[in-house]
């Protein structure tokens, strides 16, 4: 099949399309062409697999900054020869895409640097892949028979401390296994996928309608991030185009939720280290937040919003709300930073290198904090957001850096915020009723409050869900946490974990 790119196409009024028409390619042909895409300055947003009448189908998604590195790489297995080229020695977030593929649906990584897996649980059947059209129905789990494979660290003075998966609280489960020596942590290993709902699985057949309600679910306090990414994802495929007011709106409504959970953020970040009068004022603020919220749009966590074709919500934010919100938090974070102590702890440590995160191929306030000018608003924007955004960005890629840099978005997201709240001139969105959607294919990419959330969607011919692929930034920031924590004290592990503060929902789907 010839090979056919349709590049973005980002109008007048600054909405965006990032589609491809897939390069077909053999197996063999594969890891050549995803090399050529990295090395360009693509990188790897999904791969997504697909159960197809007589063959798996695997589509990568490559996207980047310039509308050229956009390029979608599919490839056809036979079912009985189910295996594909792995490309986790050019691109670790491959890597870990290719060992959920085998675990979910049986098609083989080839050559895989680390062939354990990753999804699946040790009490779960063999050969019983869940994503499978003829695997509808979970059969009994055995004992837990396979140990998880935890690499072994030894030496003088070496011992483990294993936390978890278990916590305090209503923390979701994952398992850290800790090698110390003292108080220093010499390695760590993180063990998750605990929880595995088969929330793909659930898209499946569902109408777009119904799939929004099951998006804002992906990680409830993701609501907005998910359920734009997926509408967009489905307006794209059915080629719905969105009224540039309603689009406005949903910029509120992701400034809105990257402010309650910046703010709620901050505050138990101060907590950590014993500044516990700064978390009781923060959290105070989340509550204004979510009071806000449950005028706009009815739900706390701001739910009920969105549809394919547009938005509505009850009513706007006050900006003078808004606004003296911004005042006291950005006052709550010049005492926390002028503390010396708060400072101390929070300096030098868990430190992320540019080069490191990077590689590991990070996104959102993580990355940023590492001196990566990444923001899908900015890369890829669904509206003209003005002069009002800006990325903000360190260079420690501590606590510090990442703490910094969620406190200064706290005041771009506010300043965004008010200004789309002129530019909406009492705009509270437009009835929208979706007319019969037919199959396609579509991509979109959003800026959720943790980073970059991808939703890849498939329609069948009539309408239905086909296919739902979704990566949270959790799923591709991760990897980055024991990496952060080498040379870290077992102490400030919990400061650690919370300046990441990463989803175990939207990780494990």
Not at 88 to 110: K, M
Request: include cysteine; hydrophobic fraction near 45%; glycine fraction near 10%.
């Amino acid at each position: 099949m010839r090979d056919e790119q349709i590049p973005d196409d980002l109008g007048p009024d600054g909405q965006t399309a990032s589609r491809a028409r897939p390069r077909y390619l053999d197996r063999a042909q594969l890891p050549a062409a995803a090399a050529a895409l990295l090395d360009a300055g693509s990188r790897l947003a999904l791969v997504a697999c697909h159960e197809d009448d007589d063959d798996f189908r695997i589509v990568y998604s490559f996207v980047g900054a310039a509308p050229a590195l956009r390029a979608d790489l599919s490839v056809s297995v036979p079912r009985g020869d189910a295996w594909i080229p792995s490309l986790a020695e050019i691109s670790l977030p491959a890597g870990n895409f290719e060992r959920g593929i085998r675990d979910l649906y049986g098609v083989v990584p080839r050559n895989h640097p680390q062939p354990h897996r990753l999804v699946r649980h040790g009490h779960w059947p063999r050969g019983w892949y869940p994503m499978l059209r003829a695997n509808t129905v979970v059969p009994e789990f055995e004992p837990d028979v396979e140990s998880f494979p935890f690499v072994p660290v030894e030496g003088p003075g070496v011992y483990e401390i294993a936390v978890g998966p278990i916590h305090a609280g209503i923390i979701e489960p994952g398992h850290f296994r800790f090698s110390v020596v003292g108080e220093t942590i010499v390695r760590m290993e993180a063990r998750q996928w605990y929880l595995h709902r088969g929330v793909e699985k659930v898209f499946e057949g569902k109408t777009a309608a119904q799939g929004v309600a099951l998006a804002e679910q992906i990680s409830g306090d993701t609501a907005v991030g998910h359920s734009l990414a997926f509408v967009m994802a489905v307006e794209q495929a059915a080629g719905i185009e969105v009224s540039e007011p309603d689009r406005l709106l949903r910029a509120l409504l992701l400034e809105l939720e990257r402010l309650y959970n910046h703010v709620t953020d901050l505050g138990s970040l101060a907590n950590d280290v014993g500044f516990g009068i700064i978390d009781a004022h923060a959290q105070g603020l989340r509550e204004q937040l979510l009071r806000i919220n449950k005028t706009v749009t009815g739900h706390r966590l701001l739910r009920g919003a969105l549809s394919v074709g547009g938005t509505r919500v009850n009513a706007l934010p006050e900006a003078a709300d808004l606004a003296r919100i911004a005042a006291v938090m950005a006052e709550l974070a010049g005492i926390t930073l002028g503390h010396a102590i708060v400072r101390g702890r929070f300096t030098g440590t868990a430190r992320l290198s540019t080069a490191r995160a990077s590689t590991i191929g990070t996104l959102g306030y993580v990355a940023r904090a590492s001196g990566i000018h990444t923001d899908a608003r900015s890369e890829h924007p669904f509206v003209n957001l003005g002069e009002a955004f800006h990325i903000v960005t360190e260079d420690g890629g501590d606590v510090l850096a990442r703490y910094t840099v969620r406190a200064r978005e706290v005041e771009v997201s506010t300043a965004l915020a008010l200004d789309l709240l002129r530019r909406l001139h009492g705009h509270t969105g437009s009835a929208f009723t979706v007319n019969p959607i037919t199959g396609g294919a579509g991509l979109a990419l959003v800026e959720a409050w943790r980073g970059t959330a991808a939703h890849r969607v498939e329609l069948a011919a009539d309408g239905t869900l086909a296919r739902v692929k979704v990566v949270d930034p959790s799923f591709l920031n991760w990897p980055a946490v024991p990496d952060a924590l080498s040379e870290t004290i077992v102490p400030d592990f919990p400061l650690a974990n919370k300046s990441f503060n990463l989803s175990y929902a939207g990780n494990d789907l």
